[in-house]
């Protein structure tokens, strides 16, 4: 009986690697799973459309569309013919590359189908794919899934693709490839490896501490993790664990920068009526979003349009004036006009050069400038920058904004005088809101990712309060928890490694 469960489980260790070798001459794989097809450059008429394959019928499809039949070198591209398998009526000649599992983009056998863009072609090279026994449509974002799958994109990588192919600024592609290239989530697994061994260290106590097996020494391999419960680390200072904290409370500052520079900063444009705050909006976003008239109270809504300012996304946004004593309508829009103020990042102020005196200026200057410049950035996560529009009003002899002015700029919407300035004082501004994606440390971009950093901080804050070993070894296991979960890894055998490799029990 022994000798035949030998022989079963021999043949079932060949098995895989009969599998593998199949899957890798391109041969169909029965039972391996369904391959899928999809246009993979987007739709309309273009040059070249890219038609992708992934999974273990791949090869076979590659083999019955093409002549000669034979498979190319991997990872070199091939000029073919490209038949109906059905009818065998040419669709296109096209070059081909086949990518055998698991050096490709999924870790799976893939093949792509370079081929002329027009609409006729590229439906004739779908059908004829999906005619293919074991082929399906793929759904939206499976290619990627099957990557996650086979362990070759990680969930912030993920994330970091997605971000990528929907940028559209400079900063929101920096951001993109520094997530998809895996730097948050090295810093979240370089997090989780402390935790892993502080994990170790304190399960090992609990089983071994007492033991005479346990080798002299061996405690003091692993990270210095102060608890009153391990007599054998009371002369360490904890400093791996406290370093995590300050580094996690550091990250989670900063979160909502990284959520600006994903989704846009709201940047609301301000002022009394007649400042010139729609002739802004429309320079900025270099069409016309806002009516302009010289009619005060022309907007009576708040008129949002996405701009590209300085590289960073901005929601933009152009508000009533602000004024008391009008009709209703025009009242409800300076309601409006003060409740995005609340929900901004960054105010522009807009005041008229030419008439800095008047009550309304001065009224803006003092409820609105002096309430928002005088709060420090740890206050609130506001920022404001001084406008005087219509500089071109000013007289060159004359006298200009008076000494005790706050910081301003000087622009004229009708010359254009100005607004380099002004574009690089909101680059600097968007760079402080959104972040630099450029240089510091990986941002948060994600909701997600805060709830996972947070649930990590309140879990070592647990695990430096509790009095019981076991309690404080459920800590560390959850805060370790929520960094692999980040990532999309992690488990309970990489524990038992750390025990096994770096203490020798039972010696």
């Not at 996405?306 to 829009?333: C, H, I, K, M, N």
Request: with cysteine; proline share 7%; charged share 20%.
């Amino acid at each position: 009986m022994w000798r035949g469960l030998w022989t079963l489980a021999a043949q079932a260790a060949r098995w895989p690697c009969r599998l593998c070798t199949r899957r890798s001459s391109g041969a169909l794989a029965p039972g391996s799973g369904a391959t899928i097809f999809a246009l993979s450059s987007g739709q309309g008429r273009c040059g070249v459309a890219v038609i992708r394959t992934s999974g273990p019928a791949s090869g076979h499809a590659l083999r019955i569309l093409t002549a000669p039949r034979d498979l190319p070198p991997a990872r070199h591209a091939s000029l073919r013919l490209l038949s109906d398998p059905r009818s065998g009526e040419p669709l296109d000649r096209a070059l081909v590359l086949w990518f055998p599992g698991p050096k490709s983009f999924t870790g799976e056998d893939c093949v792509e189908f370079h081929v002329h863009g027009g609409p006729a072609v590229v439906s004739g090279v779908l059908q004829a794919l999906g005619s293919v026994p074991g082929l399906r449509p793929a759904e939206a974002g499976e290619f990627t899934r099957r990557a996650f799958a086979h362990g070759k994109l990680n969930l912030t990588e993920v994330e970091g693709l997605a971000d990528l192919i929907h940028a559209e600024t400079e900063a929101q592609r920096r951001q993109a490839l520094r997530q998809l290239d895996g730097e948050l989530g090295h810093l979240c697994r370089g997090w989780a490896e402390t935790l892993t061994k502080a994990l170790a260290h304190v399960e090992a106590y609990i089983d071994f501490g007492e033991d005479d097996n346990l080798e002299e020494g061996v405690l003091e391999k692993m990270p210095r993790v102060s608890h009153p419960r391990l007599p054998s680390l009371s002369s360490f200072s904890g400093i791996e664990v406290r370093a995590l904290e300050v580094a996690l409370g550091a990250h989670l500052r900063d979160a909502r920068r990284g959520q600006r520079l994903r989704s846009g900063a709201h940047v609301v444009v301000t002022g009394p009526p007649n400042a010139g705050k729609s002739s802004l909006v429309n320079l900025l976003s270099r069409k016309p979003v806002s009516i302009v008239s010289p009619e005060p109270g022309t907007t009576r809504d708040v008129l949002e349009t996405p701009v590209d300012l300085a590289g960073f996304p901005v929601l933009l946004s152009d508000t009533a004036g602000l004024r008391e004593g009008v009709g209703p309508v025009e009242q409800e829009g300076v309601r409006r006009a003060r409740e995005r103020l609340e929900q901004a990042d960054l105010i522009l102020a807009m005041l008229d050069a030419s008439d800095l005196t008047s009550p309304s200026s001065c009224n803006f200057l003092a409820t609105v400038v002096a309430s928002v410049g005088a709060q420090s950035p740890s206050d609130s996560s506001q920022r404001v920058l001084l406008v005087l529009n219509k500089s071109d009003l000013l007289s060159t002899e004359g006298p200009g904004p008076g000494p005790d002015m706050p910081p301003h700029l000087l622009l004229s919407c009708v010359t254009g005088e100005g607004l380099d300035g002004l574009l690089e004082a909101l680059r600097k501004e968007l760079a402080a809101v959104c972040g630099d994606p450029s240089t510091g440390p990986p941002l948060l971009t994600r909701a997600r990712h805060q709830y996972h950093l947070q649930g990590c901080l309140d879990a070592l804050g647990h695990y430096k309060q509790s009095k019981d070993l076991a309690l404080a070894a459920e800590a560390l296991r959850v805060a370790r928890g929520h960094l692999t979960r980040l990532t999309g890894g992690g488990g309970t055998e990489e524990i038992l490694d750390i025990i096994f490799r770096d203490f020798c029990v039972g010696k």
